[in-house]
């Protein structure tokens, strides 16, 4: 008796097939992780910009400015942070601001939609230098 196959069950029994055959013959499959996985290593920039924000809500600084990566730490809503640099995720068409949380040693990103910005100019030059990561 012949029996209606749904398409989404046809192609997980082709594809578990194809996979098979292939595995028969020595070729091995291998799954890789998405790019911005590979991106979560953790990086702490250097470079040590102008201006300050207030967190407008309360989130995770992550490792990495994606917003899969690793959090570092929680920050609340009304947190002063100072700005340290800023990268543009160009996969999420969003930028990410690297930050120090006041009054302490702690660090992260976050995308700079988590932050009213303030711009000030720290060392009176009469500039505001947002620095590129």
């Known amino acids: 008796m012949l029996s209606i196959v749904s398409l989404p069950r046809l192609t997980r029994l082709l594809v578990s097939g194809f996979t098979t055959g292939l595995m028969m013959f020595g070729v091995s499959v291998a799954a890789t992780p998405p790019a911005s996985a590979a991106a979560c290593t953790t ?12 967190m ?9 400015y ?3 990566c690793d959090n570092v730490a929680s920050v609340s809503y009304s947190t002063l942070v100072y700005f340290r640099c800023f990268k543009y995720n160009a996969s999420t068409g969003h930028w990410w601001v690297y930050v120090r949380v006041a009054g302490t040693s702690t660090s ?8 009213n910005d303030l711009l000030y100019d720290d060392n ?10």
């Open 124 to 133: 009176g030059d009469g500039y505001y230098d947002a620095v590129d990561c």
């Open 56 to 64: 407008n809500i309360s989130t995770h600084l992550k490792n990495n």
């Open 66 to 68: 994606y917003s899969g």
């Open 43 to 54: 990086w702490n920039p250097s470079a040590n910009g102008e201006g300050a924000g207030y």
């Open 108 to 115: 992260g990103w976050t995308s700079f939609d988590n932050v």
